[in-house]
């Protein structure tokens, strides 16, 4: 426990490195556009800019200076909580455009992580244990397809069929109606996120019409995503398999589920392991496509659009959250290690 500790506290020192490098390098992407630009960094209310304003910010805030203290200035806002107003989310600093938004990322992976993760151990397995049969056939086919089909062309056909022709789910995150009374003082947003604020608020209708919602937005990702895991568990279980400790289990005469699921499967966990952990960090990071097709309203499409009109503060904001994610992820995989293969030591 006390190696575990340790470890963390370590990971933990070089998080902040990390997150110190993310941002430089990102930031020193800014310095290409010209200091006017650079000033929408530190403007807090767009409505009030102008050109005077704009040139006294340049002042204060040295953009006409070198590299270093520009990115110190900018650091020093981030670090008080100032990201900036957001161009692309009218009237909102991007610290609140971010947490408004998120929470809807949130509700798609909060369904598709478990399920690209459970999906993909299991058919890896039973791929590899059953190497050349049916189901084995059948993994492969979907990982194929789900690798070579685009996420908009599969978001598309699904609302083709589900919302178009059978009425069954719709696009957004919520009803129109819903969506009224969500953001209505006769209820409270306690998280953001549709699903548990309709219970929380003791509104069944809101926590149903939320999973309505996100149905169809989870099946795009699931099917595109899980590929990849099935893929790469289903080898590192066909390798573990060839093992010869795996072969003098079978020979001691220990029971076949025992050896594929106590002694082989463990050991083929941990290459999956990363993938999951850097696959969840990616999908928390936001759905671009997926929640565009669905106009889901969520993080991935708020980077978009702030990419599209050069919104430099969005821009920085989403690329610190996605840097928190990974790093964060990191940690938490290889911290996972220890449990997976105790041969693996936190040093």
Known sequence: MANLAAYIIRRLILLVFVIIGVTALVFAVTMMFSPDN??????????????????????????????YIQYGNWLSQVLQGNLGWSVSAPNQPVADAIATRWPYTFEIVL????????????????SA????????????????AGWSLPSFWVGMMLLAIFFDWLGWFGVGSLSEG??????????????GVDIFDGLLNGKLQVTIDALS?????????V?????????????SMLETLSKPYITTAQAKGLKKNVVIYKHARRNALIPVATLSGM??????GGLVITETVFSFGG????????????????VLGYAILSALLFVIANLIVDILYAYIDPRIRLD
């Open 279 to 284: 696959l969840v960090a990616g999908l928390l």
């Open 178 to 191: 819903m969506q009224s009374f969500v953001h209505s003082a006769n209820f409270i947003r306690y998280t």
């Open 213 to 221: 919602h996100v149905v169809l937005p989870v099946v795009t990702i």
């Open 299 to 314: 993080l991935g499409q708020f980077a978009a659009r702030a990419a599209q009109q050069l919104d430099m503060p969005a």
């Open 111 to 126: 369904f598709a992580a478990p399920l690209i993760i459970f999906i993909g151990i299991y058919l890896g397995v039973q």
């Open 38 to 67: 650079r000033a929408n960094l530190y403007i807090r209310n767009p409505a009030r800019a102008n050109e005077k304003r704009t040139a006294a910010i340049i002042h204060e805030y040295g953009l006409d200076q070198p590299f």
């Open 129 to 144: 244990v059953h190497r050349n049969g049916p189901i084995d056939h059948f993994s492969r086919v979907l990982s194929i």
């Open 223 to 235: 099917t595109i995503d899980v590929a990849l895991l099935i893929r790469v568990m289903r080898s």
